[in-house]
């Protein structure tokens, strides 16, 4: 891991972290975006993929060091389901609702990419999202994804 990629995780786990009840005592973690699993330790770009974003080096650094593109999951939840298009979609809205839909837009409105086109998708998905994000409404949809992926809320 580079250094700049290793002061971002660093900044995350600090800004994120949450208090949680623990067998019966008050405890300071942080928690896998995708199912609340404890103690996560690997960094995922949400929105723009490294992927995407390989072959313009420009495009790719910005990508893999922006707070507002990365989740924090742990490593079954990374490597089993941070792709599947549910999920893609609930970590993008994590942010979107960590960060503000504006700063998401204007982040997206600023990177160099080689087609605008690949630009007006990259914002129609948060404006999408941004729409649909309405309280309860993830518990509706993510729920019953997550029981058929067998996680359980912890
Ligand atoms: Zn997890």
Same mark, same amino acid.
């Given at each position: 891991?580079?250094?700049?990629?290793?002061? /971002? #995780?660093?900044?995350?786990? /600090?800004?994120?972290?949450?208090?949680? /009840?623990?067998?019966? =005592?008050?405890?300071?973690?942080?928690?896998?975006?995708? @199912?609340?699993?404890?103690?996560?330790?690997?960094?995922?770009?949400?929105?723009?993929?490294? *992927?995407? @974003?390989?072959?313009?080096?420009?495009?790719?650094?910005?990508?893999?060091?922006?707070?507002?593109?990365?989740?924090?999951?742990?490593? #079954?939840?990374?490597?089993? =389901?941070?792709?599947?298009?549910?999920?893609? =979609?609930?970590?993008?809205?994590?942010?979107?609702?960590?960060? *503000?839909?504006?700063?998401?837009?204007?982040?997206?409105?600023?990177?160099?990419?080689?087609?605008?086109?690949?630009?007006?998708?990259?914002?129609?998905? /948060?404006?999408?999202?941004? =729409?649909?994000? #309405?309280? *309860?409404?993830?518990?509706?949809?993510?729920?019953? @994804?997550?029981?058929?992926?067998?996680?359980?809320?912890?």
């Amino acid at each position: 891991m580079d250094i700049d990629r290793a002061a /971002l #995780k660093a900044e995350i786990i /600090l800004e994120r972290k949450v208090t949680r /009840l623990l067998n019966g =005592r008050l405890v300071v973690l942080n928690i896998c975006d995708l @199912a609340g699993c404890m103690n996560p330790t690997d960094l995922h770009e949400c929105l723009i993929s490294r *992927g995407m @974003a390989r072959g313009n080096p420009v495009l790719e650094e910005a990508v893999l060091h922006s707070k507002l593109n990365v989740s924090l999951l742990c490593r #079954k939840c990374h490597m089993d =389901r941070a792709d599947t298009t549910t999920f893609r =979609r609930l970590l993008i809205s994590k942010n979107i609702d960590r960060y *503000g839909l504006a700063p998401m837009v204007g982040w997206v409105k600023s990177l160099p990419f080689a087609a605008e086109s690949q630009r007006e998708e990259y914002l129609n998905l /948060l404006e999408d999202l941004a =729409r649909e994000m #309405k309280p *309860g409404r993830w518990a509706e949809v993510v729920e019953p @994804a997550l029981w058929n992926y067998g996680v359980r809320r912890g």
